[in-house]
């Protein structure tokens, strides 16, 4: 290939996405590395892009796409209650010293409340949720690298081997957009990007979904039935979910709120 055609790609390649690696090029161009890191300086010395470390990005880098959905601050409040109550309970299945995963989300951003006794490592992608338990907790917290998406605020890596891969967790705490007899639904492929990623470093897969998730479709599935181990819910949960859940031997916690429990112990 002529050096002005790889040139070309090599530019067009660094406006789709915010850092194009030398990997990337090389497989995209079909030239070495040696050719490819070249380039690079070269059209880094004619400021057509920017060099950085393991590859190149553009000079006015793309603005990021949104993520699909609605933003954090609008699902904060859509069934508070529920959230807290199942955030609880899932908080409850964890042990001093246990590694785990908090996906990003406003249930499992509930868990945070309770983490606050609590000395366990976590891992999140999830902004809100890492400076809460710096400011507020003992726990230690590690996040990847990546892009901070501000309306859902969550931490997307566009790297392939990035620091998720090299930790290993119990259990990983995420919620979802829906629940269905597909398995797990999101809205956005650059979540399920993510997601996957992070579900292959847990022994288990703890879902945290309020009853209404299990209403929403998308055609989008991240993952099946049986990849997930504990679904925690609230008592909106109908009989017909439970069955489906129960038949994929997926463990079922019904969090009871706080006018459920009062009723019980009197």
């Known amino acids: 290939m002529h050096e002005t055609e790889r040139h070309r790609l090599i530019l067009s390649a660094v406006q789709e996405r915010p850092i194009v690696t030398v990997g990337e090029l090389v497989a995209l161009t079909e030239t070495s590395e040696a050719t490819i ?9 004619q400021k057509r892009l920017r060099r950085v470390r393991g590859g190149a990005e553009a000079i006015t880098p793309p603005p990021l796409p949104g993520l699909a959905g609605r933003p954090f601050a609008v699902n904060q409040t859509i069934n508070a209650e529920e959230k807290q109550v199942i955030a609880r309970e899932a908080v409850a299945l964890c042990d001093d010293g246990d590694p785990i995963i908090i996906n990003g989300g406003t249930t499992t951003f509930q868990m945070v409340h309770h983490l606050a006794n609590r000395r366990v490592q976590v891992m999140t992608n999830s902004f809100p949720i890492a400076e809460h338990l710096l400011k507020h907790t003992k726990n230690t917290v590690m996040v990847p690298g990546g892009a901070l998406y501000r309306e859902q605020n969550i931490i997307l890596s566009p790297f392939e ?17 829906g629940v269905g007899p597909m398995g797990l639904m999101e809205n956005d492929p650059l979540l399920i990007q993510a997601e996957e990623k992070l579900i ?11 009853s209404s998730k299990f209403e929403n479709r998308s055609s989008l599935v991240l993952c099946g039935l049986e990849r997930i181990d504990v679904v925690i819910t609230d008592e909106g949960i109908s009989d017909r979910v439970a069955s489906m859940l129960e038949a994929a031997e997926v463990r079922v916690i019904v969090a009871q709120s706080g006018a459920t429990r009062k009723t019980d112990a009197s």
């Not at 890191?37 to 010395?45: E, F, P, Q, V, W």
Request: hydrophobic share 40%; aromatic share 10%; charged share 30%.
């Open 200 to 210: 292959g470093q847990a022994d288990e897969l703890v879902v945290l979904v309020d």
């Open 161 to 177: 081997n990035d620091m998720t891969r090299h930790y290993y967790a119990k259990r990983m705490f995420m919620g979802a957009y």
């Open 37 to 45: 890191r070249r380039d690079i300086a070269t059209l880094d010395k």
